[in-house]
């Protein structure tokens, strides 16, 4: 009995050690990615080097393809692996590395080369972006293992709020790197980013290095062939009626990111917003997902996570219809003082709350959707689960370079009200979805 007291007491122990090892991980993680948002200041970066509004949109295509694509061969590799740390180590190696060697090449031979720097970038960032798919899947497989479903809802929660509030003020050294020019002028501004981005993104990954993963039991001795295990994917979708409804749920709300890189670019050249209020952006943007990170977790962990899915597709949606209302605001103002005695400051808190809200959906599509795929997978399959849905993902991530080609040849309106599509028939999906809290036994069909 004291032998089975003090193993209980151990595991406790670690259980607690791997939550608060995880949620510093998110934290310092969160604060990193704020110095080079996918969504504000890369798109800005790129926007400097080339017109091509392709290449802008290719910015958040590489952020998510190269992350997202990767895990369904990772799922594959390490099916019969009953750990899956070593895979996380090595996808967190080439992430930082990537960093650091865009760091350097940008402070040595950006001002002199853009076209080199162009090409520099997106061939690092794509490895970072990589190296973060070999090591998502891991991660959370191994979250699914050290965590308890009515835990993972704090969990997430707690690494994106202190997270948000750390990305706040990232946010505001970003404003202050980007609007002083004669400090740091282009393209050392951007260099010092990435190495902020580097320092901070390597002390995250080595305190999950630190999470003691306990081992899975497996009924494979060895993996079977690739296609093989491709071939039982359709069988899969067919039989769990329950994961495929998530499926096409997650796929369509995931195209509304068609316009994601633009919210940024449509302030400069449809509202004249200047340069240095990106970082106002960003924080806002931080802001948005801080103020909404415990109202997701005590959503997902006391009523479940379809709620938290639904609501924060719904807010998704609202984002390209107030971008809108605000460029349309713009238009009828003609900078008079009808709406206020700065309208250019107006126009600026106005176009703030797009990435208020921006930030609240894409926390709750994180909480919301990867909690609930970790409860509708069971725990022999769910590196599976995880590796087919964010695989196919990988392919909607494509989409912001047909929004670049919308944009360039019809208009931003055309391509936000797609964006408001998708995301309406992907609520619709969630209709269908039940809650696997409610019924644990619900039939596959």
Known sequence: MYKGRQ?????????????????????????????????????????????????????????N????????????????????????????????SSWFFLFLITYLWGSSSPSLLLFSFLALYSLSCLGGGLGGLPFLDIVGKII????????????????????????????YILGRPDLFPF?????????????????AVSLFM??????????????????????????LLRKDRNYRMFFWAK??????????????????????????????????????????????????????????????????????ILALAVGRLYSLSGYSDSLANDPGTFLIVAYAAVFILLGMNINGNFIGQINLLLEIAPSEQRSTYI????????FVTLLPLLGGYLIQWTSYEAAFLLSFSFMLAGLLFTLNIVEPRSNNKVRAH
């Not at 393209?187 to 002390?203: A, G, H, K, Q, V």
Request: charged content about 10%; hydrophobic content about 50%; overall charge positive.
């Open 7 to 63: 193993q209980t007491l151990s595991s406790e122990k670690f259980a607690r050690k791997n939550f608060v090892l995880g949620v510093l991980n998110g934290v310092l993680f969160s604060f990193a990615v704020s110095f080079t948002d996918p969504n504000t200041v890369l798109p800005y970066f790129v926007s400097l080097l080339t017109s091509s509004k392709f290449l802008i949109g290719f910015t958040t295509t590489i952020t």
């Open 65 to 96: 393809f190269f992350f997202l694509l990767p895990q369904i061969f990772v799922a594959s590799f390490t099916q019969h692996w009953s750990r899956r740390k070593p895979f996380y180590i090595i996808g967190a190696l080439l992430r930082a």
């Open 148 to 175: 308890v479903p009515t835990r993972r809802g704090k969990f997430f929660s707690l690494r994106l709020f202190f997270g948000g509030l750390l990305s706040i003020g990232g946010g505001l050294v970003v404003k």
């Open 187 to 203: 393209p050392y501004n951007f260099s010092l980013l990435f190495f902020l981005t580097f320092i901070w993104i390597s002390l």
């Open 210 to 235: 630190c999470i003691r993963e306990p081992d899975m039991p497996t009924k494979l001795n060895r993996r079977s062939s690739f296609f093989t295990y491709l071939r039982n994917i359709p069988r």
């Open 251 to 320: 796929i369509l709300l995931s195209c509304g990111i068609i316009t994601l890189p633009f919210y940024v670019i449509y302030a400069r050249d449809v509202l004249s917003i200047p340069q240095e209020i990106v970082g106002v952006f960003v924080s806002a943007q931080m802001i948005g997902a801080a103020i909404s990170a415990f109202f997701w977790g005590f959503l997902s962990d006391k009523y479940g996570n379809k709620i938290v899915v639904q609501l924060s597709g719904f807010i998704g949606m609202l984002v390209p």
């Open 387 to 394: 590796g087919i849905t964010n695989t196919a993902t990988a």
